[in-house]
């Protein structure tokens, strides 16, 4: 048996799940049951598993071969219908940005390269909440000194300490080293 490094293992399983994905492209809402569903999603497992590992590659690339001939039809529908969802993903990805730009100069939304077979995927800075409310001296007027008060034990309690402690403590620890 050879040795293949992780790397080339990993690289080999990628490929061969690609080339299978492009063949076996079901979907859940394509079986009657999912249970059928499953077993489909188990069998493509087997075939994938088996030939990375090399094992019954032949008989495993002669059932790949005659899949593909017997539902040539069934695999360009859901090509087509793959191609669809990603095109209508990429049309509401720029839709997105261009509304982010149009809403905020300052946060820009960047849409990553997207590989073959996926979906764009935003990256960087999205929009931001806007808070509700003008922000003017009436909403500030609303919070008394209780409220801050409140919320401040409220976030000590959340944390499990208290500002006092952690003062407490970096004074003892100063202090012990004074004398050693």
């Not at 492009?22 to 077993?39: A, C, G, M, T, V």
């Not at 609303?142 to 006092?164: C, I, T, V």
Request: net charge negative; charged share 25%; hydrophobic share 35%.
């Amino acid at each position: 048996m050879v040795v293949v490094s992780n790397s080339s293992h990993q690289n080999k399983e990628i490929n061969v799940r690609r080339r299978i994905s492009q063949i076996y492209n079901k979907r859940e809402e394509d079986f009657p049951s999912l249970k059928d569903y499953n077993d489909y999603l188990e069998e493509v497992e087997c075939m994938v598993f088996d030939l990375v590992d090399g094992i019954n590659v032949e008989a495993i690339e002669e059932k790949i071969k005659r899949y593909s001939q017997e539902n040539a039809q069934q695999i360009m529908v859901n090509r087509a219908r793959k191609a669809e969802e990603l095109t209508a993903a990429l049309a509401a990805c720029k839709a997105q940005q261009s509304q982010t730009n149009a809403d905020t100069s300052s946060n820009h939304v960047v849409t990553a390269p997207a590989s073959y077979g996926q979906a764009p995927r935003p990256t960087g800075m999205g929009p931001q909440p806007v808070p509700i409310g003008g922000g003017g001296a009436a909403d500030r007027q609303r919070y008394s000194m209780e409220d801050e008060a409140m919320l401040r034990l409220k976030a000590e309690r959340a944390g499990g300490f208290s500002l006092e402690i952690s003062k407490k403590r970096a004074l003892e620890e100063a202090f012990a080293s004074i004398w050693v």
